[in-house]
């Protein structure tokens, strides 16, 4: 209920795997160590802390100090110069003594009169004070006013080179004028002479905005990254010192504190999780659509993404110290091993680029990390001895050296003697523990995802397997079937590019079923009389195909793993049994053919349905050969008629082929015609060595005579 369920919604299990795989990889990326985070800029150490290795890094808080220095440089700002308004604020304030003059002289004007035009006065308005001043002053003394205010404005303008912006104007106004009036004037004087030259100076210097925020910006990006070198053992920050910002980056920088994530941090880490899960949903989806319908897998492949991305977040200091030690080939065999090579290298890949983001300086990491696992997982074609993942351990050690060298080569400070001892003996030990470590994940997760692997077929194909020496001992005839199936269906396999140890391991225990009544079966038999005479068609049905069901059973009582066991139930598919099922329609006008059905289902692999065909062509070979109705090849110029009913190895094989294409056996495997042409060429190769013509040797005429 629960496959048929997922079959259909499979495009679900798929999604479900995603989302599954992003929240786990974001709580990864987003978990912080509960080490050093008491210290904090601005606040005491609580201790000392060095640097545990040798760092560069380009750091934030210098390079933005140098562009910052470099924007506000005084050379980057732009002006706009007026050199025309001080010339008509001069004149403007030549207009304003005409007027004054014209006011001062007119004999109609009382005083009050004339102080009401002078405070109104609509270029330059003055106070009842200074009106009062202007009015009682004598015209030497006007005049001296009017001398005193034209020098100080000409002489202001002349040592500010005639440029005025608004801050020089405003310092001009505190800073210049109250300490350069007129001695020789009054007070009240001086403050006219004050007034009347802050009215009259005005602005011609103005900031261009858009200029200078280019030139800004231009200075910013000319300056380049400021890098930061940091000595192994270096002091970093003493205790009870307070720390400064730029302490706290090469902390973390150098992974000692993993600061506070913002929004941006947030999304930045949840959006590498969805490309990693994206990318492996895709990956899946496209090459391996298969595994959609099995949770098992998806739960393997869950668990190989995600431990080698958890020990490289938890411990990337260590694997920053020494990145030849990061084995990331320990999940990436067991992959390769368990699947296929190329959910290997996707997964590897994936792996790898996340590791390159976890920390200052972990591109190394990634690559290497990378390289042994690429190593091993062409390393290891066949994973059916321990053999193989040894030797992929060699060629991971070889990898991970000879990348490793690479890098520090190309490195300007070079590589050392010691460095290269140390980069052979970590690339070595990575080597076997991956061969061990890789073995065992092998092993366990293959139970796990319920994937049968080659040394478990081994072991199952081993004679003294308890349900083979049962099979042998209790239906001997049924043994020796299946042996021969087992030649037939692994010669076939291995031509297709099937799974022949599959193939061969599952044939051996496909008629398992028949051991609880074996003599109910013709291979069985020999000279006892047939049980089936003295039964109808339908129960003689009914109890051939319960060999699939009860065959299944006993399978699954003695543990035997689920791949073999879809051998069991599908090596018959839906088939008619074809004997009774015509005995019943001797006997009765309506039968219904669903009672002399195989239980199903259909062979969904290639290696089922190959045992399907190699089951069928198997025995109707030899029951042609025991008949004596079995011929050797003809060829087309043969006038030679063979008897009525005999048929050749390569017709019968033709026959017992087309007849289940025909019946819609094979419609749910993955067999191409080209596969199906290629099978039957193998079956007929196979069975001509073993039902081949016999020589027969003449009668000994005499006796050899002693010399």
């Known amino acids: 209920m629960l496959r048929s369920l997922i079959e259909h919604h499979h495009h679900w299990v798929l999604v479900l795997f995603g989302i599954g795989l992003t929240v786990i990889l974001t709580v990864i990326f987003t978990w912080r160590s509960a080490v050093n985070q008491d210290?904090?800029?601005?606040?005491?150490?609580?201790?000392?802390?060095n640097a545990d290795r040798d760092l560069t890094f380009e750091s934030q808080l210098l390079t933005e100090a140098k562009r910052r220095e470099a924007a506000n440089d005084p050379r980057n700002l732009v002006y706009n110069e007026d050199t025309q308004i001080h010339g008509q604020q001069r004149e403007q304030l030549q207009a304003t003594f005409s007027v004054i003059n014209s006011i001062r002289d007119n004999p109609s004007l009382n005083l009050d009169q004339q102080r009401g035009q002078l405070t109104e006065l609509p270029s330059l308005p003055l106070s009842d004070t200074l009106a009062i001043t202007i009015l009682e002053a004598d015209d030497d003394t006007w005049?001296?006013?009017?001398?005193?205010?034209?020098?100080?404005?000409?002489?202001?303008?002349?040592?500010?080179?005639?440029?005025?912006?608004?801050?020089?104007?405003?310092?001009?106004?505190?800073?210049?004028?109250?300490?350069?009036?007129?001695?020789?004037?009054q007070q009240d004087q001086r403050a006219v002479v004050l007034y009347l030259v802050e009215q009259t100076?005005?602005?011609?210097?103005?900031?261009?905005?858009?200029?200078?925020?280019?030139?800004?910006?231009?200075?910013?990006?000319?300056?380049?990254?400021?890098?930061?070198?940091v000595v192994n053992g270096e002091n970093i920050v003493r205790q009870g010192d307070t720390v400064s910002a730029e302490q706290y980056e090469i902390l973390v920088k150098m992974g000692l504190i993993t600061p506070e994530l913002g929004l941006d941090?947030?999304?930045?880490?949840?959006?590498?999780?969805?490309?990693?899960?994206?990318?492996?949903?895709?990956?899946?989806?496209i090459d391996q659509h298969n595994l959609l319908t099995w949770p098992r897998a998806l739960l393997v492949i869950l668990i190989l993404t995600v431990i080698p991305i958890l020990f490289g977040r938890v411990f990337i200091n260590t694997w920053l110290n020494f990145p030849e030690t990061f084995a990331l080939a320990i999940v990436a065999i067991p992959l390769a091993a368990l699947f296929n090579t190329n959910l290997a290298l996707?997964?590897?890949?994936?792996?790898?680029?996340?590791?390159?983001?976890?920390?200052?300086?972990?591109?190394?990491?990634?690559?290497?990390?990378?390289?042994?696992?690429?190593?091993?997982?062409?390393?290891?074609?066949?994973?059916?001895?321990?053999?193989?993942?040894?030797?992929?351990?060699?060629?991971?050690?070889?990898?991970?050296?000879?990348?490793?060298?690479?890098?520090?080569?190309?490195?300007?400070?070079?590589?050392?003697?010691?460095?290269?001892?140390?980069?052979?003996?970590?690339?070595?030990?990575?080597?076997?523990?991956?061969?061990?470590?890789?073995?065992?994940?092998?092993?366990?997760?293959?139970?796990?995802?319920?994937?049968?692997?080659?040394?478990?077929?081994?072991?199952?194909?081993?004679?003294?397997?308890?349900?083979?020496?049962?099979?042998?001992?209790?239906?001997p005839g049924t043994y020796h079937h299946s042996v021969v199936v087992s030649n037939l269906a692994e010669q076939a396999a291995e031509r297709i590019g099937a799974d022949t140890l599959l193939t061969r391991v599952g044939a051996y225990y496909h008629d398992i079923g028949k051991m609880l009544r074996p003599f109910f079966f013709t291979d069985n038999q020999y000279d006892r009389s047939n049980v089936h005479d003295n039964l109808d068609p339908q129960t003689s049905a009914k109890l051939i195909a319960d060999h699939v069901i009860e065959g299944a059973k006993i399978a699954r009582q003695h543990k035997i793993p689920e791949q073999i066991v879809n051998f069991i139930v599908e090596h018959h598919g839906t088939d008619v049994?074809?004997?009774?099922?015509?005995?019943?329609?001797?006997?009765?006008?309506?039968?219904?053919?669903?009672?002399?059905?195989?239980?199903?289902?259909?062979?969904?692999?290639?290696?089922?349905?190959?045992?399907?065909?190699?089951?069928?062509?198997?025995?109707?070979?030899?029951?042609?050969?025991q008949s004596g109705m079995l011929v050797a090849e003809r060829h087309e110029d043969d006038d030679h008629q063979a008897p009525k009913g005999c048929q050749s190895i390569a017709q019968v094989v033709n026959q017992s082929i087309d007849m289940r294409i025909a019946s819609g056996q094979l419609d749910q495997s993955p067999l191409t015609q080209h596969d199906l042409n290629t099978i039957r060429q193998s079956f007929v190769k196979t069975l001509q060595g073993i039902y081949h013509p016999r020589v027969e040797y003449p009668k000994l005429i005499r006796e050899a005579q002693p010399k």
């Open 143 to 185: 005049q001296r006013i009017k001398d005193q205010t034209n020098a100080l404005y000409d002489r202001t303008l002349r040592e500010n080179n005639y440029s005025l912006d608004q801050t020089t104007l405003a310092d001009i106004k505190i800073r210049y004028l109250p300490y350069n009036l007129p001695s020789s004037l």
């Open 346 to 475: 996707i997964v590897s890949a994936l792996v790898s680029i996340v590791l390159m983001f976890l920390g200052e300086g972990a591109l190394q990491v990634g690559m290497i990390s990378f390289a042994g696992a690429l190593c091993g997982i062409y390393a290891i074609r066949r994973a059916d001895r321990a053999m193989a993942f040894m030797m992929a351990g060699v060629w991971i050690a070889l990898g991970v050296f000879a990348t490793a060298m690479v890098w520090r080569l190309i490195q300007p400070q070079g590589v050392t003697w010691q460095q290269t001892m140390f980069t052979l003996i970590f690339s070595v030990l990575n080597g076997g523990i991956t061969a061990m470590m890789s073995l065992t994940l092998h092993n366990v997760l293959g139970r796990v995802a319920g994937i049968v692997t080659p040394m478990q077929l081994l072991e199952l194909a081993h004679p003294n397997q308890p349900l083979l020496r049962r099979l042998m001992q209790e239906a």
């Open 39 to 49: 210290i904090m800029v601005g606040r005491p150490s609580p201790r000392t802390i």
């Open 265 to 285: 941090g947030f999304m930045g880490r949840l959006l590498l999780a969805l490309l990693v899960a994206l990318g492996l949903g895709m990956a899946l989806y």
């Open 577 to 625: 049994i074809r004997y009774f099922y015509q005995q019943a329609l001797q006997a009765e006008d309506s039968v219904d053919i669903n009672n002399y059905r195989y239980p199903g289902p259909k062979p969904q692999s290639k290696e089922t349905a190959i045992l399907m065909l190699a089951d069928g062509v198997e025995a109707t070979v030899r029951s042609k050969e």
């Open 201 to 229: 100076l005005h602005v011609n210097r103005t900031l261009n905005q858009e200029e200078t925020e280019r030139r800004q910006q231009t200075a910013r990006n000319a300056v380049q990254s400021v890098s930061k070198d």
